[in-house]
């Protein structure tokens, strides 16, 4: 019994950690991590961890996040927001996900993955 809550334990952590398993050889891009680097050098489908806040909501689920230098618009599916907790303009955040660069518009952020920094 003991080994089956030991296992049903480590299952549950495993899920609740966010996976960001990408490629990392040759011709790998690194993951941006701060939103100067993506306005200066958008390039669509490259991934991102950024710490920061959710300054505030544009419309639906459309946000502008700031890493405390830079702003971005960011998507996030409400699902991704912690249920029970309370984000708001002051509450730190991590986020990852993928730079999106339509042509003629300014790039933005498709979360994958929300979780309040510790």
């Keep these: 019994m003991k080994k089956i809550t030991a296992l049903l334990a480590l299952s549950a952590a495993a899920l609740a950690t966010p996976a960001l398993a990408q490629f990392t ?58 249920a029970g907790t309370p984000v708001n303009a002051t509450t730190a955040v991590e986020i990852s996900g993928e730079v999106e660069k339509d042509f003629m518009e300014s790039p933005e952020i498709d979360v994958d993955t929300l979780r309040i920094a510790p």
């Design 25 to 82: 050889g040759p011709g790998a891009q690194p993951a941006a991590t701060s939103v100067k680097a993506i306005l200066d050098n958008p390039v669509d489908d490259q991934r991102v961890v950024l710490r920061g806040k959710i300054v505030r909501q544009i419309k639906g689920d459309k946000y502008i996040f700031s890493d405390g230098k830079s702003e971005i618009r960011v998507e996030i599916d409400s699902h991704l927001f912690p």
